[in-house]
């Protein structure tokens, strides 16, 4: 089990001697994963320890938590991240009574025979792929453990027990008496899992899911229109199972465009997250609003009136409450803005150029998942309204506006013809306000026209705002 850990014990013991590999990285080994990052515990000054197998490595080192004492080295000769705190307890079994999981309640020292401290029974528990509660008071010390629970059950393949899923229910109501910050680390990592629908479907299992947001707690069992056939709850959660889907494959949906959609989904957006992350979320939460707006209407039909606009500014609240990037906030906020535009543009076909201008600068940023979250959500709508004609229809248009989009950023960036201070020059007057008003027009007529020259620009201006 600890092979994979051999080549890292002897820098370790170096910088860290009386240390102990925790965690995790055992978990990974036992389970036949890829070890990736390693725990360390150790006794006295984790700053210390750092600081020696940072200047052994050429790692770069900065601290986590000024409260633990906790330390993180990235980079270096190591090839894995190390996150180094001082030892819980006066010895490593006191330190590992008081971790989440017997999984990861697993140490080997830096040095000496590599025998593994296991007092919980971690190993048998990998070998029969169960996740068990380290203690039975795991859970009640710290609710996030219940997202960690999902995530690493998920993630390995590992079968929550009986008596920890218990625990969990019992733990969930209290998930935000916990730092955003350390909610949002188990969010991003539930949102990384290529399935991530299951990772919520289970957090929503354990009674985690509408506490974490109570918007979507507020979806389940509320009736939709005829185009769909679930509730509020239930189409989120397959909304999120297709973009997952669709970000592992992106050919079924967007054909030969998918490589250009597969290198943006890879690449980051903020919070060491992709775009696919961002996407992953605005899947859920997309309709969060939903619930607030639902009203019928004369005739009997359910309406959601600005639940796009609305949900926005949830979501936004939401993701600055998990203490998220503001590029992230931002770029979830845009998604679920923008979320029904092309649905809507369907019934615009054919779109001309300048359509397609007012579409793409629009979603701006998160074009590609703007594309993703619509497709998803389509996928996800098959009430007795709904037809396979329509749906066809949605898709195709999602992939045009995916393959069109290379030309219209070449065409987009093509130099302005005028700056705005010649305009002002040509029509004699003081730069204002207009002005941004006259750039925008002669920006929008420059790419209706490919080509323009000079002096037809200056024509336009001039037949724009008189001198």
């Not at 990861?104 to 070998?127: I, K, L």
Request: charged fraction near 25%.
């Amino acid at each position: 089990m600890t092979d994979p850990l051999a080549a890292l014990r002897p820098p370790l013991a170096a910088a860290a001697p009386g240390g102990w590999i925790v965690g995790g990285a055992l978990r990974d080994a036992a389970l036949g994963a890829p070890v990736r990052d390693v725990d360390l515990a150790v006794p006295g000054d984790a700053g210390d320890a750092a600081r020696r197998l940072a200047s052994a490595t050429g790692a770069a080192r900065f601290p986590l938590s000024g409260a633990f004492g906790s330390w993180r080295l990235t980079g270096g000769s190591l090839g894995v991240q190390v996150d180094i705190t001082p030892l819980q307890g006066t010895s490593i079994e006191e330190d590992l009574a008081r971790r989440d999981f017997t999984v990861n309640a697993m140490a080997v020292p830096v040095s000496g025979p590599a025998e593994v401290v296991d007092p919980t029974g971690g190993a048998a528990d990998a070998r029969a792929g169960v996740l068990r509660a380290a203690s039975g008071h795991a859970l009640d010390d710290d609710p996030v453990r219940v997202l960690r629970a999902v995530r690493i059950g998920q993630g390995y393949g590992l079968a929550i027990d009986g008596a920890t899923r218990a625990a969990c229910r019992r733990s969930a109501p209290r998930l935000w008496d916990a730092p955003g910050e350390r909610l949002r680390a188990e969010v991003y990592a539930m949102a990384r899992l290529p399935r991530a629908d299951l990772a919520f479907a289970g957090l929503d299992d354990l009674g985690g899911l509408g506490v974490l947001v109570p918007e979507l707690e507020d979806g389940r069992g509320m009736e939709q229109n005829a185009f769909h056939h679930r509730d509020v709850l239930g189409h989120t959660l397959a909304v999120v199972e297709n973009g997952c889907a669709i970000a592992a494959d992106p050919s079924g949906v967007f054909r030969d465009a998918a490589p250009a959609i597969a290198r943006d989904l890879a690449e980051l957006a903020g919070d060491d997250v992709t775009r696919r992350e961002v996407m992953v979320l605005s899947c859920l939460l997309h309709d969060m609003a939903k619930p607030a707006t639902r009203a019928v209407a004369p005739d009997g039909r359910v309406t959601f009136m600005h639940h796009d606009t609305v949900g926005a500014d949830a979501a936004a609240a939401l993701m600055e409450r998990l203490r998220a990037a503001r590029r992230v906030v931002e770029a979830v906020a845009a998604c679920v803005r923008w979320h029904l535009v092309i649905g809507f543009m369907i019934h615009l076909q054919p779109l001309s150029l300048r359509q397609l201008d007012r579409f793409f600068r629009t979603v701006g940023t998160v074009d590609t998942e703007s594309f993703a979250l619509s497709a998803a959500d389509r996928l996800a709508t098959r009430g007795v309204r709904s037809r396979d004609a329509q749906l066809r229809r949605h898709l195709r248009l999602v992939y045009e506006l995916a393959a069109v989009r290379p030309a219209w950023r070449a065409r987009a960036a093509e130099p302005p013809v005028l700056r705005g201070d010649e305009i002002a020059r040509i029509v004699g007057r003081a730069p204002g306000p207009w002005l941004a008003d006259a750039v925008e027009r002669l920006r929008v007529e420059q790419l209706m026209r490919p080509g323009m020259t000079v002096p037809a620009a200056r024509r336009f201006v001039r037949g724009l705002i008189p001198e």
